[in-house]
């Protein structure tokens, strides 16, 4: 009787230790991962601000260019076949030179060999002032099955409502051989004629004459691209570590304008970087550039 009354008292007694002892871990096992995590925190914050004090950026110097280029673009969809037929590959294919491309076939109704295609392409004209746009390159990289004839480029003409290639540079049209060929033109300063207001460019690009040859032209790459007035940034990084440059401000008294980019310097290393579409006005501005680390250099004419 006496053990089976003591007994139970005993064992809630020992429940009760127990508890403690779980309570006492598991408060042990907290405070360690706190102390932990705020150790770990610490160092990290520590190796970044470490990181971001062995930081030197240097803007050595900040000049207008006239000459700058946009990357290219291409084709927004598949090209139009006005005459002839597409054999073969995508307009996805003349993105890139890749010696892989889109094939076109003149016209097979003997003596009627003709090709005409229309190609859509788009520019940013949020990024390029009309007024700093000297004019639109055209590229095409492409060979040909052909008897030596001759193909052309022109682009609509939002003025006049036509296809035309009035004030390109060169109108001479490409002969393409059956190895790879570049084809270039610009539409010099009447560039305006040939961009809608919403920056669609349409290209046409057609061979010259009935002929009696079935022509086959492989287009590897079509392209246009800006040619703007700009900025030259000369950049420097004087510090131990690689500079991971994100920002790039001009700041006038009327505007700061900021622009991303993604730069990437070695220890002492310069690079210069072109940035179309803006100009710098007499000497009230200062340049700024910010790191992904967090510091800044700032560049004041002297
Ligand atoms: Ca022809
Ligand atoms: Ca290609």
Redesign the pocket.
């Known amino acids: 009787m006496w053990s089976t009354t003591r007994h139970p008292r005993n064992f809630k007694h020992d429940k009760r230790g127990v508890s403690s002892v779980i309570v006492i871990v598991l408060s042990l096992v907290i405070l360690v991962t706190i102390t932990s995590n705020v150790i770990m925190w610490s160092y990290q914050m520590n190796q970044l601000d470490w990181k971001k004090m062995q930081e030197s950026l240097r803007i050595v110097d900040v000049a207008n260019v006239n000459t700058t280029y946009s990357s290219w673009l291409t084709a927004q969809s598949e090209y139009e076949v006005n005459v002839g037929s597409r054999v073969n590959g995508t307009y996805l294919t003349t993105k890139t030179i890749d010696n892989n491309g889109e094939v076109f076939q003149?016209e097979e109704r003997p003596p009627t060999?003709?090709?005409d295609i229309n190609g859509t392409f788009l520019i940013d004209l949020s990024d390029y002032p009309p007024l700093l746009i000297k004019t639109i390159e055209v590229q095409i990289r492409l060979s040909a099955v052909s008897d030596s004839?001759k193909y052309y480029v022109k682009a609509h003409n939002w003025t006049n409502n036509e296809y035309s290639d009035l004030g390109f540079n060169d109108t001479r049209g490409c002969t393409p051989s059956n190895s790879w060929d570049y084809y270039s033109v610009n539409f010099t300063d009447k560039w305006d004629s040939y961009v809608q207001d919403n920056g669609v460019i349409v290209l046409k690009f057609h061979?010259?004459?009935?002929?009696p040859?079935c022509?086959s032209v492989m287009i590897d790459f079509m392209g246009v691209r800006v040619v703007a007035y700009g900025v030259a940034f000369n950049l420097r990084n004087n510090g131990s570590l690689t500079t991971h440059v994100v920002s790039l401000w001009i700041v006038t008294p009327e505007a700061h304008r900021h622009f991303n980019v993604d730069l990437f310097l070695n220890t002492g290393e310069n690079l210069t970087y072109l940035l179309g579409g803006v100009q710098l006005q007499g000497g009230l501005f200062h340049i700024k550039a910010v790191t992904e680390r967090g510091n800044t250099a700032v560049y004041s004419p002297s």
């Open positions: 003149e060999y003709r090709l004839e061979d010259e004459q009935n002929d040859f022509t």
